[in-house]
């Protein structure tokens, strides 16, 4: 069965400051990787989505990794604001559509 | 034991046609979701909605709406199909204050 986690589970920085969260899983045999970020009380919002044949994936100040074969994903946040702040989720897609999460990095930019 | 459920699993209907697709959740989770999945696979929120609040993406057409008869439920009710709402639709739930999200298998809606 898939495992996904995420390391750290929280993360505080100041505001202006680049920052990496990681997150592995156990099994590479992935259709997908979906980087997510969920306000409290919310859904969740797609950020990136990484298919298992790409290596990365850039949206303005976000750049996510993907590294199947070590079951490692990155989501970089460059200049980071506080607007930023939230609980960050990565999800991985197997080929029967099933989904899984991981635990979350709940991040805190501090003005 | 199916733990989220959604009927049917293929739609083909005709556009202009009134259509909905059922959510059925046995985890006694209290929030719902709808995602559309679009061409590129990407996962878009639609609705997020427990028996206090219903939360709707602002980018969703008013053709669409969640209709939930209990809190096992989440039904997505789409008015007038335009050629643009073919895609897959995932339903998911989540206990409360947690942010683990199990999903349906997902209903492949065509509109021709």
């Known amino acids: 069965k898939q495992e996904v986690t995420q390391i750290p589970a929280a993360l505080s920085v100041p505001e202006g400051e680049n920052l990496v969260l990681n997150c592995s899983f156990t099994d590479s045999a992935i259709y997908n990787l979906q980087w997510f970020r969920q306000d409290p009380g919310k859904g969740l919002t797609s950020l990136l989505l990484?298919?298992?044949?790409?290596r990365e994936q850039t949206s303005g100040r976000l750049n996510a990794s993907l590294d199947k074969s070590s079951g490692r994903s990155t989501l970089y946040i460059a200049a980071s604001q506080p607007g930023d702040s939230a609980t960050y989720l990565c999800?991985?897609?197997?080929?029967?559509?099933?989904?899984?999460f991981g635990t979350g990095t709940s991040l805190t930019v501090i003005p | 034991d199916t733990a989220v459920s959604q009927t049917p699993k293929y739609l083909v209907t005709q556009m202009g046609n009134d259509k909905s697709i059922k959510c059925e959740q046995n985890?006694?989770?209290?929030?719902m979701y709808w995602y559309k999945q679009d061409s590129k696979k990407f996962l878009k929120i639609m609705f997020s909605y427990n028996n206090k609040e219903l939360i709707i993406n602002e980018t969703v057409p008013n053709r669409f709406s969640p209709k939930s008869p209990d809190k096992a439920h989440l039904n997505l009710h789409i008015n007038s199909l335009e050629l643009g709402d073919s895609a897959v639709y995932f339903c998911?739930?989540?206990?409360?204050?947690?942010?683990?999200?199990?999903f349906g298998p997902g209903t492949r809606l065509l509109v021709l």
């Open positions: 990484i298919q298992s044949s790409q």
């Open positions: 998911a739930s989540s206990p409360q204050g947690r942010a683990t999200q199990y």
């Open positions: 999800a991985v897609r197997d080929t029967g559509n099933q989904f899984y």
């Open positions: 985890l006694g989770h209290d929030t």
